[in-house]
């Protein structure tokens, strides 16, 4: 069965200090694995798309790589607005033809503290 | 520069009432998905279309639920009869193809309250 785990599911950060979200999954073929962003109340928001194993995008505070298994979503001196939860989705091949639909992880709630 | 549009952003139904959720793409997007997210749960795939046509409905409940992606208008995504259940947060994503690459996104997302 199509699995996607991410963790922790919670993290408690305070302002500067770095760290990483990790996004595990496992899939019959990842056609790609996406990273989102969730603010209460909010549609997810869209960071990163990844495609193959080694690739790694950055944008501001936010760094995404991918490997064979996993994905990693490391941030640099986190701020408080930072503060959300983290989607990952992967989107899959199968014999039939690839799956256009996103499979979410649970997310991981990011606290960062002032 | 319009997004995902969703409306009604929040409705609150009795059970047994019928529920319409509609959802505009962004300019020049023609895929349209409808996600659920549960309380306390993650978001879950019900549904995927083009333009008249419904291309994936494994995630949707095979009973009192149905989408339509007409030529002309919103996606509409209908809940008949609805139950206590029913109470989630529905996002709507569209997607256009860049290069062969897609990325899908998201709309604010229509919380429904069964009563």
């Known amino acids: 069965e199509d699995q996607v785990t991410q963790s922790p599911e919670a993290l408690r950060l305070q302002e500067g200090e770095s760290s990483s979200l990790n996004c595990s999954y496992t899939v019959s073929g990842l056609r790609g694995l996406f990273w989102y962003r969730q603010d209460p109340g909010k549609g997810p928001e869209f960071l990163f798309t990844l495609y193959s194993a080694g690739e790694e995008k950055e944008k501001e505070r936010l760094k995404a790589t991918l490997t064979k298994k996993e994905s990693f979503l490391h941030i640099t001196a986190p701020k408080p607005e930072d503060s959300a939860t983290y989607l990952c989705?992967?989107?899959?091949?199968?014999?039939?033809?690839?799956?256009?639909?996103?499979?979410f992880g649970s997310g991981t709630q990011l606290t960062v503290l002032p | 520069n319009a997004g995902v549009m969703q409306n009604p952003r929040h409705l609150v139904r009795r059970r047994g009432q019928e529920a319409r959720l509609r959802c505009s793409p962004m300019k020049g997007h023609s895929h349209v998905y409808w996600y659920r997210q549960l309380p306390e749960e993650g978001l879950k795939f019900m549904v995927y279309?083009?333009?008249?046509?419904?291309?994936?409905e494994s995630g949707m409940p095979k009973e009192r639920f149905s989408a339509e992606f007409p030529k002309e208008g919103p996606s509409i995504l209908r809940i008949q009869q609805v139950v206590r259940g029913d109470s989630a947060a529905y996002f709507c994503a569209s997607s256009g193809l860049a290069g062969g690459q897609e990325t899908q996104y998201f709309g604010p997302g229509t919380r429904l309250l069964v009563l």
């Open positions: 989705a992967v989107t899959i091949r199968r014999s039939s033809g690839s799956a256009r639909q996103l499979t």
């Open positions: 279309l083009q333009k008249e046509n419904i291309i994936d």
